[in-house]
């Protein structure tokens, strides 16, 4: 993000919490320490009925709470105040989400976490986008919500990060139209500065390496690569080559999961959880039954103009590649064995394993990062992403199916879904770590 950029997204959350009524001397620490005091002993008061001694859940969310935003404004916790962070309603949640989010806008990309604890009101951070579109990525998490004396109390843990430059296209990347579909038809200057749009693309051009086109999954917009000219040779479509565009960014697998704060059966009011369309990849290891195509599947409507690849699990796969090896590995590590033939065609798609040992180049490289970046800078539920291919030798169904492990550095089998015993967190028990990196191929002009 450009510092001109920052600065106008920071000062854009200063100003709508001014208009709100808000005061963001707050929240640092330069305000007078006897004054901060005082209001944290003021918090403390105002709640101390709501708390008391015998609510240890609720003493533990504003240990927590406080603890963490004195990592992050650098205040002594016992001077923070309840109040802060507590919000009834759309305008107060608001407020204090912009309020924090502005300061952690520092520049460095880092990831940074807050706090908004509800009573009686589910925290969300729509106002985000809003505020700062692409400037800022977010995820939002609910913890288990404390009742006590008629309200219900639900911490919800937020995680931002700035995206530098607004996750923008590279600045000589030119943008083409439909007027005229064939302009910058060889790249451009150099290969891979031809930027392509939605609602722009033409059925059939000359595609270079590094040219990107911008789609839209699920509301989101997502820029692809172009990694192959000749995608699929024998697999090109009545003799008409393919090129293969992958996804610079990893979908993560709580894509669309949601808390809703929902009537329970019995009459009380409580977080329900509703987990997303790709929170694993399915009941088993067959990728034509999995979770994962049946959302790309979704989004096929408007991709009309797509051809539909060939995207049939004709192997399964043995073996692993050495943990931190990335794209240096040794393809003996990992053994191919032939399952037979299936028909299988998709206008979105992911890879599989044989495809992954061909484009090993381009695996660990996501949102313009190198390999060692994408490691320290992967997710918690984009730590990976899913290949199409099975573990197995066709001897039996193994519940496995390989990733491309972004953090460990090596492409392994996962489990199709995550081992829920003992799993007390409803989430957690049906979400993975592992997320979706989707591609699709166009019709190429020879």
């Known amino acids: 993000m450009g510092e001109g ?28 320490p006897a004054a901060r005091k005082e209001a944290g002993r003021a918090g403390a008061a105002a709640l101390e009925g709501a708390r008391g001694e015998s609510c240890a859940a609720l003493t533990r969310i504003w240990e927590k709470v406080k603890g963490s935003e004195a990592v992050l404004t650098g205040e002594d916790p016992l001077m923070i105040p309840d109040s802060r ?93 439909p007027e005229d579909p064939d302009a910058g038809a060889s790249g451009g200057a150099d290969e891979g500065t031809a930027l392509w749009s939605d609602g722009s693309i033409p059925s059939l051009h000359h595609w270079n390496i590094g040219d990107v086109v911008t789609r839209t999954l699920d509301g ?47 009459g009380s009011r409580g977080c329900v959880y509703h987990p997303g369309p790709v929170v694993n990849f ?3 290891s067959e990728y034509a039954d999995s979770k994962i195509r049946s959302w790309l599947a979704a989004q096929e409507a408007a991709a009309d103009i797509f051809p539909a690849a ?14 931190g090896s990335f794209s240096r590995f040794a393809e003996s590590d990992l053994k191919l064995n032939r399952l037979g033939s299936q028909i299988l065609t998709d206008r979105y798609f992911i890879l599989s394993v044989d495809e992954a040992l061909k484009y090993r180049e381009y695996l660990w490289n996501v949102d313009g990062c190198d390999e060692e970046e994408t490691a320290a800078n992967a997710g918690a539920f984009s730590s990976g992403y899913w290949l199409r291919t099975p573990m197995g030798d066709g001897s039996g169904e193994t519940g496995c199916v390989y990733v491309v492990d972004l953090v460990n550095g090596n492409i392994h089998p996962q489990a199709v879904r995550p081992d829920a015993d003992g799993e007390m967190d409803e989430e957690l028990a049906v979400t993975g770590p592992i997320g979706v990196r989707p591609a699709f191929a166009l019709r190429q002009r020879n």
């Open 220 to 266: 989101v917009s997502r820029r692809f690569r172009c990694i192959d000219l000749h995608y699929g040779e024998g697999g090109s479509r009545q003799g008409q080559s393919l090129a293969l565009f992958l996804c610079e960014s990893v979908i993560p697998a709580n894509t669309g999961s949601e808390y809703a704060y929902e009537r329970l059966e019995d």
């Open 85 to 177: 962070f507590l919000a009834g309603d759309r305008s107060e949640n608001d407020l204090r989400v912009m309020s924090i989010a502005g300061q952690c806008m520092a520049g460095d990309g880092a990831d940074r976490v807050f706090y908004v604890v509800g009573r009686n009101y589910m925290p969300e951070g729509s106002i985000l986008p809003a505020l700062f579109g692409s400037c800022l990525e977010y995820s939002c998490t609910p913890e288990e919500p404390v009742s006590w004396q008629g309200d219900t109390y639900c911490a919800v843990r937020f995680a931002v990060r700035e995206v530098p430059d607004g996750g923008t296209a590279e600045p000589d990347a030119k943008e083409t139209g």
């Open 282 to 284: 399915g009941e088993s």
């Open 310 to 323: 060939s995207v049939g699990v004709e192997s399964g796969c043995m073996g692993r590649t050495a943990p």
């Open 5 to 32: 950029m920052r600065k106008m997204a920071i000062l854009g959350g200063l100003a709508a919490g001014m208009v709100l009524g808000a005061c963001f001397a707050v929240y640092g620490t330069g305000t007078d």
